[in-house]
Every structure is written in structure tokens, then in C-alpha cells.
């Protein structure tokens, strides 16, 4: 039921719920959003303000903007992502082998 959303759409969710004093599941039902969904964002809302409800996934910092600390701990990131890829590629061939050789 979910789909992609605004930030008008989810304050308009929020205030709903809020002002108008609807459930979750009739927020979810009227703007056809999930039950969840719903709840997270009137919870986001109450706790942090209608600016939580900004979906900032996705944005990342420019190449000029990145500290050499960020650069680090992107190079980190991207040797244990190639590290783990190696260990699974090796642990593939291990067990074709002992098939092969089973076979």
C-alpha cells in the first residue's frame, strides 16, 4: 500500500491525525500510505517537528565538502565491502569444489 510521498503529503498526514483527530489506520486508508508509515511520521513530527518529515536519503556530501576523516572512513568502508565480496567469492568456489570433487 505504501508509495512515495511529499513532504506536504506526510504533514498533511501528521495534521490528520493530530488536528483532526483520526487514527493511524484511517491516515493510512485516506492517503494511501501504510499503518506504519503513518504513526512514524505523526511520532517524527511531535518529537523533532515537521522538518524530520524531509526524506534527506540519498544526499551526500560533495567531493570538495569531504574531510580527509570522511575520505577515510569511505576508503574503509569500500575495502570491507571488496573484503567481504572476496570472502564470499572464496567460499564459493571452495564448496563447487567439494562438489566437483563429489561428483
Not at 493530530?18 to 511520532?43: C, G, I, M, N, P
Request: proline content about 0%; hydrophobic content about 30%; cysteine-free.
Amino acid at each position: 500500500m505504501g508509495r512515495k510521498t511529499t513532504v506536504e503529503e506526510r504533514i498533511a498526514v501528521v495534521e490528520y491525525v493530530t488536528k483532526d483527530k483520526h487514527s493511524y489506520s484511517e491516515a493510512a486508508t485516506h492517503f494511501q500510505v501504510s499503518y506504519q508509515q503513518a504513526r512514524s511520521w505523526v511520532l517524527k513530527a511531535h518529537e523533532r517537528g515537521y522538518e524530520s518529515l524531509v526524506d534527506n536519503r540519498g544526499h551526500h556530501k560533495k567531493q570538495a565538502e569531504l574531510t580527509d576523516l570522511d575520505k577515510a572512513n569511505l576508503r574503509i568502508r569500500e575495502l570491507e565491502s571488496q573484503l567481504k565480496d572476496k570472502e564470499l567469492y572464496e567460499a564459493f568456489i571452495k564448496k563447487f569444489q567439494e562438489l566437483r570433487h563429489k561428483g
